[in-house]
């Protein structure tokens, strides 16, 4: 019996220590991404996301590739021209007449909890795009190293099914 009971901690014990956890830790040489809607009415956030999908999308297609920080940085260089032309093209052909940024550089970013984890405000390396007076909520995210993607996958994946080999042999025999 107290073998049986020494082997039935150490199962425990070994249970709880390799508990998985979805937490996501942002690198630091890391390059993220931040759309600020003009106001919170309904139709400013429409066009946040229409704004943050177009972008969102092409970027990380030029991105894919990328090997390191410096190759992105490049990558996003030298397609400022092209995001510009995407969000002029985005608010045109919405009838949304008001003035926009795309800066990419050094940038504030509020705090965001996201899957239990708080990312602290701070400076970061970023694109931003500030639509009208920029007063509205804000969507934001990893460009590089791709976690929007990750974040992106999320939600179109069913529940995944975790199962211990070690508790199916305890609900078996116990």
């Known amino acids: 019996m107290k073998k049986i009971i020494a082997i039935l901690s150490i199962i425990i014990i070994v249970m709880l220590t390799l508990k998985t956890t979805d937490e996501v830790i942002i690198p630091s040489d890391s390059i993220r991404i931040r759309v600020i809607a003009n106001s919170n009415n309904n139709y400013d956030q429409a066009i946040k996301q229409l704004v943050r999908n177009n972008i969102e999308g092409e970027i990380t297609k030029l991105l894919i590739d990328a090997k390191d920080i410096d190759e992105a940085r490049n990558i996003i260089n030298d397609n400022l021209d092209k995001i510009n032309f995407m969000v002029a093209d985005i608010l045109e052909n919405n009838n949304y007449?008001?003035?926009?940024?795309?800066?990419?550089?050094?940038?504030?970013?509020?705090?965001?909890?996201?899957?239990?984890?708080?990312?602290?405000?701070?400076?970061?390396?970023?694109?931003?795009?500030?639509?009208?007076?920029?007063?509205g909520d804000n969507w934001w995210c990893v460009l590089f190293p791709p976690l929007c993607m990750m974040e992106s996958n999320d939600e179109d994946i069913e529940e995944i099914e975790y199962k211990s080999f070690i508790k199916e042999i305890i609900d078996k025999y116990f």
């Open 97 to 135: 007449h008001l003035d926009y940024d795309v800066n990419f550089g050094y940038n504030l970013f509020p705090e965001k909890k996201y899957k239990g984890v708080v990312y602290e405000e701070g400076i970061y390396e970023s694109l931003v795009v500030t639509i009208g007076g920029g007063k």
